[in-house]
């Protein structure tokens, strides 16, 4: 197989290790005769694979013991309506932060819930800084908050955590496990899988006990998180490959020196790339540097007529699926976890190249 380097945002790369390990064990798990995606979810191999997965997690994130770790499919969107569905608790208002993309589409779904009152917008300045907590707006009848600590698409990340009177919820789909994190000060931390934590099709939700069990009425069983709660997120089906898969990530990121860790690595690689950008004249970033996220960096060519060019050469060096996002043109590099600093310093060394060949 050839060396490349995947910045895509998600479906995310993967530990090479963990892929490799992956592939090692794809006929048979353990000593189950069959693979792990044929087995029952009830089994003993399943079950056990389960119950250390979640165990890694909470070792991982230090989740307190009264919260639930919960496995569910749907994605982060899913989580766009379950979050109203149990958190509103008999509220008809909730806060929500208007940052980006994501959390914009968690507002257009509470709407369908409640009234959601935007306790800070930061559109007008296209999602590239945060407007201090201090000038926030919040309602103190709202029934939570919620935010999205890293917006995926801006390139916009917090370097603070709101705190208000009522349960605070985060999108953290794209910033799970980057950097350590006080799980105490929320009330519900949820994220898709596939940028941070394995394949798509595994959605983790994380939260406090005593916000469950108190349900819109006449839901779907599976909006309630009292059903998966109960049943060890087993009251269906499980999305059991993305899980195994999930649980072998977290044992990556121990063996990386945790969360701890991974945060020192994040940040070195962050600084490498915006540290290239920062320095030519010919790559920029137009995000406020207290609010660059580690994730996800943005960045534009002086001349977007060259971005056509600048993707086909990266991609014949190994360099793939570094296009923007359309609503904000130009490149971004997906940097999560599974990125080594060398696939970092190969995209510096590039972009230099290519700079001195078209700048
Ligand atoms: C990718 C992403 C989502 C969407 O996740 P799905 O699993 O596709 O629903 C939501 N929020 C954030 C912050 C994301 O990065």
């Known amino acids: 197989m050839s060396q490349a380097y995947n910045f895509s945002a998600g479906p995310a790369m993967l530990p090479r290790a963990v892929l490799e390990q992956i592939q090692g064990e ?15 979810h009830r089994g003993a191999d399943f079950m056990g694979l389960a119950k250390k997965s979640e165990q890694d997690l909470r070792d991982l994130m230090n989740i307190p ?46 709407k369908r819930y409640c009234d959601v009152n935007i306790c800070t917008d930061n559109s007008a300045n296209k999602y590239t800084d945060i407007d201090d907590f201090s000038n926030w707006n919040i309602d103190a009848d709202g029934a939570y908050l919620h935010y999205t600590p890293n917006e995926t698409i801006a390139g916009l990340e917090f370097d603070y955590i709101p705190e208000a009177d009522m349960p605070l919820v985060a999108d953290m789909s794209s910033t799970i496990l980057s950097r350590e994190i006080d799980v105490s000060k929320y009330g519900v931390i949820y994220a898709g899988a596939q940028k941070n934590i394995g394949p798509a099709g595994l959605t983790v939700v994380i939260v406090r006990e005593d916000l469950i069990g108190q349900v819109v009425e006449n839901q779907p069983v599976l909006f309630d998180y009292s059903t998966q709660a109960n049943n060890e997120s087993m009251y269906n089906t499980p999305p059991t490959f993305a899980w195994y898969a999930a649980g072998r990530v977290f044992e990556w990121v121990k063996a990386q ?32 540097p207290k609010y660059r996220s580690w994730m996800n960096v943005p960045f534009l060519l002086a001349d977007d007529n060259l971005n056509g060019l600048f993707l086909e050469k990266a991609f014949d060096a190994g360099l793939l699926a570094l296009k923007g996002h359309r609503s904000v043109g130009g490149m971004r590099a997906s940097i ?7 696939g970092i310093d190969a995209l510096v060394s590039f972009m230099g190249d290519f700079e001195k060949e078209n700048g």
Do not use: C
Not at 78 to 92: A, D, E, I, T, Y
Not at 276 to 288: E, G, K, L, Q, T
């Open 257 to 288: 020196g945790g969360l701890a860790g991974m945060g020192k690595i994040n940040q070195t690689k962050a600084q490498t790339l915006y540290s290239a950008i920062d320095n030519s004249d010919f790559y920029s970033n137009p995000v406020a």
């Open 65 to 110: 013991s009264n919260y639930k770790v919960l496995f569910l499919q749907g994605g982060a969107s899913s989580q766009f309506s379950m979050v109203p569905v149990n958190l509103l608790r008999g509220k008809n208002k909730a806060n929500y932060a208007h940052t980006g993309h994501w959390s914009k589409k968690a507002i257009a779904e509470a």
């Open 26 to 40: 794809l006929l048979e798990y353990g000593n189950a005769k069959a693979s792990v995606m044929e087995i029952s």
């Open 336 to 342: 999560y976890n599974a990125m080594p600093q060398e």
